[in-house]
């Protein structure tokens, strides 16, 4: 009998041993968390029922008031809508460039490293340099795309000034600052598609674009189910092109939800209302997360 306890024992002992290592290895990471991720959303989902403001000596708890105003604020409202705007054109359109861009540096040839850095590059330029760039290109008077539309004789527009056109500049730079990360996304997942599949293929005749839709689309439903959420949390959470290009006008035209809670926050000093409408971002934001985790899932399970 002790013979053959004395093994199970040592393996229980081991296994307890190897539970408590991987508990202190995970404890410090688990206090940052805790210390700088779940007690400030705890705090400030308290603040979002309160009357808080930054200056003054407002803080009186208001219960589900500033949800209320919510439901009823037309402003906010509004910059849900360009939000989902931006979210709804930039989810495609810098998705399929992604995958066109991976695919041309896919295959290793003496130029591929140099595109790949090309395409990256858009990617580390700081969100301000950036927007400061495309704003100087976008000026009526002396921009780099209104004298070539000079050139051509055609009508100069003024970009970021008009209502109709300003929400479509910020587009622009968005999908041409982003494509690249995504890039480097979806070549990781072509590079771990068999060469021997598209052999096989060759070999029963499939051309080019049927080896595309029949083996690479279906073998990159996972990367693309990445992609897309996290491009779609990006798109909606959009504030530093806005920020710096437009401040949200003309007329508001390009007031994104998260610029108009940084707004509220740190202009008007609401701040319990301006949390109200983070959480209710949140939810927003997890909601279509979710939905779009199970259709992926589905998929890919098909």
Do not use: C
Not at 104 to 125: C, D, E, N
């Amino acid at each position: 009998m002790d013979s053959t306890l004395r093994p199970k024992q040592s393996s229980q002992r081991f296994r307890r041993h190897e539970q408590a290592t991987a508990f202190w290895f995970l404890a410090p990471a688990f206090a940052l968390l805790l210390v700088f991720v779940f007690y400030p959303m705890l705090q400030a989902l308290a603040i979002s029922f309160r009357n808080y403001s930054l200056v003054g000596a407002g803080n009186v708890f208001v219960g589900l008031d500033n949800y209320r105003q919510l439901l009823g604020d037309r402003a906010f409202y509004n910059s849900l809508i360009h939000s989902f705007h931006f979210a709804l054109i930039v989810i495609p359109v810098q998705t399929s460039i992604a995958l066109g861009m991976a695919l041309l540096v896919q295959k290793k040839t003496a130029v591929s490293g140099l595109f790949r850095t090309l395409f990256f590059i858009p990617v580390i330029i700081s969100t301000a340099v950036a927007a400061t760039v495309f704003k100087l290109i976008y000026n009526k008077d002396y921009g780099l795309l209104n004298s070539f539309l000079k050139a051509l004789h055609l009508p100069i527009t003024e970009f970021l000034s008009d209502p109709d056109t300003a929400m479509n500049g910020i587009i622009v730079l968005g999908i041409w600052k982003g494509a690249g990360f995504f890039m480097i996304i979806f070549l990781a997942g072509l590079n771990q598609i068999s060469p021997e599949l598209y052999e096989a293929a060759r070999i029963d005749g499939a051309s080019r674009l049927q080896q595309f839709v029949r083996i690479t689309l279906p073998l990159l439903k996972r990367t693309t189910a990445f992609v897309v959420i996290i491009t779609t949390i990006d798109a909606i959470k959009l504030s530093g092109l806005v920020f710096v290009m437009t401040n949200g006008g003309p007329n508001g035209s390009t007031e994104t939800i998260v610029y108009y809670i940084y707004k509220q926050a740190f202009t008007q000093m609401r701040m319990g209302y301006a949390t109200a409408a983070a959480f209710v971002l949140f939810a927003i934001v997890l909601t279509i997360s979710l939905i779009q985790m199970k259709l992926f899932n589905k998929d890919a399970e098909q």
